[in-house]
């Protein structure tokens, strides 16, 4: 997976808008404004993702290269690094799961308005 990918595929899913609240280098993700992954352009290609705790830590366990997030809650939040070791298509999963989780933590009246997007 590269830059162009993830941001590509983040963008295919409904609702989501890519933001700079933090600054111009930290690539942010949000599905009606509620954040989802994040990236910072000028390190090495590494993505922050939502995760269910129980999970979280099993991927960690799994790949080396899956880190509790970095300066987010590590509890709900996994740093991945993006260097051939985890499978794009692993990484479409989590990406997915991280969207999903989001969305379901969502009032009903704004999944409603995302479906009707």
């Known amino acids: 997976m590269n830059i162009e990918f993830f941001r590509e595929y983040c963008m295919s ?11 111009e280098t930290i690539m ?7 954040m989802f992954t994040l990236t910072n352009l000028e390190s090495d ?3 922050n993702l939502k995760c ?8 960690r ?16 939040w ?7 070791s985890i499978h794009d298509n692993i ?8 969207y ?5 933590n969502m009032t009903k009246k704004n999944r409603k308005l995302l479906y009707e997007m």
């Open 61 to 76: 366990e799994k790949y080396h290269d899956v880190l509790p997030g970095y300066h987010m809650n590590k509890k709900h």
């Open 78 to 84: 996994n740093t991945i690094i993006i260097n051939g």
């Open 13 to 23: 899913k409904k609702g989501v808008k890519e933001t700079f609240p933090f600054n």
């Open 28 to 34: 942010v993700f949000k599905v009606l404004d509620k």
């Open 91 to 98: 990484l479409k999963k989590c990406i997915d799961e991280s």
């Open 52 to 59: 269910e705790p129980e999970k979280a830590i099993n991927l």
């Open 45 to 47: 290609f590494r993505i």
């Open 100 to 104: 999903e989780l989001v969305v379901s």
